[in-house]
């Protein structure tokens, strides 16, 4: 029972949270007469030794004591004697870990936040130096049309925004107090719970008091967040996987965020990269465990919950690294813009263009424009050519309306500036895009 019962070993990492809601709790108790200002002001002093003697060295992992709660409030006794014993007036542990985690998850969300806003900057300062350095765009990985660097790494900072947006909505909804909640049913005691959940910077208390020690979807809500960001972070791991494959080239991956082999001398590994998309199965893990721990649980708190905290604590870890690693590689990816360009000329990224022009200069339906293309495609790969470098009398052939103007229209440069629809590829459209997105992320213009 002491084995399979005990949290300590991993809900000491709440101490923190432990210790402010409870110098919350005894603030509002003294505040309200329940408990007398003298066992206050002793509480009060107790808490803060024991803060300072968990911060120099750690918190005493005694399995007999359960959990940090139970911690605490034993070395409380051993200070202060008796008078420790009326801090737990009027609380439960089921509110006061539901009170504690809340305070905890809320700290991660914001540290989440802060990490995918540097992530952003490193994205958007590589898509301005970008704007115009040309590469094949894929659908299915296949060569489809050339964009640009920059309005492919602007792509994953929408990603990014739509993640922080996620969990601002996540803390909005998390923020609530269930401290004074109790066990299940509130209390006798004339608490007053605006004053903590104030205290400890929630926007109210709690409306339910059997919701409040049961609800643990500010938990599930951060990991689904968490786990859509992974799932992005992921993405960008794999192009860059690919990209800096030899056989692409596309880009080299910085030195302090790979590894060599062992065996093979010429091997430049992308580990960080790799571990990025790794982890993404391990965050997804972390919120289906979850999920599946609360999806049979009758009200109230039942032990299962207990369960809640490591896969967050892992989650919240794996986002941290993910992130930070993921925004070294940004910053400091060489990208060769000479082999993207060349890849982007090869596979007849052109093609749309060709089919546009004929739409646009000679009046030809679409759908005819793109059989012509077609067959114009079909020529230039028997004879090798590149689809600009084929002669204007063989695609005369093909149609006698096409002329030379089209040459102007086939080239990787005027098919990206052609583009220039709002959110479309063209430099100039990166640019402002680039502007906006300074200005949102409170970056220099
Ligand atoms: N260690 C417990 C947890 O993390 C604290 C709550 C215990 N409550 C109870 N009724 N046994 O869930």
Known sequence: MREINASIPFDKALWRQDILASEAHVAMLSAQGIVSDQDAEAIKRGLARIA????ADGVPEDWDLEDIHMTTESRLTELIGPAAGRLHTARSRNDQVATDFRLWVR???????????????ALVTRAEEHAASIMPGFTHLQTAQPVTLGHHLLAYYEMFARDRSRLIDARARLNECPLGSAALAGTGFPIDREMTAKALDFNRPSANSLDAVSDRDFALDYLHAASVCAIHLSRLAEELIIWASQPFGFVRMPDSLSTGSSIMPQKKNPDA????RGHAGRVIGCATALSITMKGLPLAYSKDMQDDKPPVFEAAGLMELSIAAMTGMIADAVFDVGRMREAA?????????LADWLVREADIPFREAHHITGAAVRLAEERGLALDAVPLE???????R???????????????AA???????????????????????????
Do not use: C, N
Request: glycine share 8%; no cysteine.
């Open 52 to 55: 300072a003697e968990y911060e």
């Open 107 to 121: 700290g991660a969300i914001d540290a989440m936040d802060a990490g995918l806003a540097d992530l952003q900057r």
């Open 273 to 276: 990269a790799e571990l990025v």
């Open 345 to 353: 000329e090869l596979g007849y990224a052109t093609a749309t263009d």
């Open 394 to 400: 063989d695609l005369k052939a093909i149609d006698a």
């Open 402 to 416: 096409i002329d030379a103007r089209v040459f102007e229209a086939l080239s990787v440069d005027a098919s990206v």
């Open 419 to 445: 583009r220039a629809s709002y959110g479309g590829t063209a430099p100039e459209q990166v640019r402002s895009q680039v502007a906006r997105a300074k200005a949102a992320l409170g970056m220099e213009a």
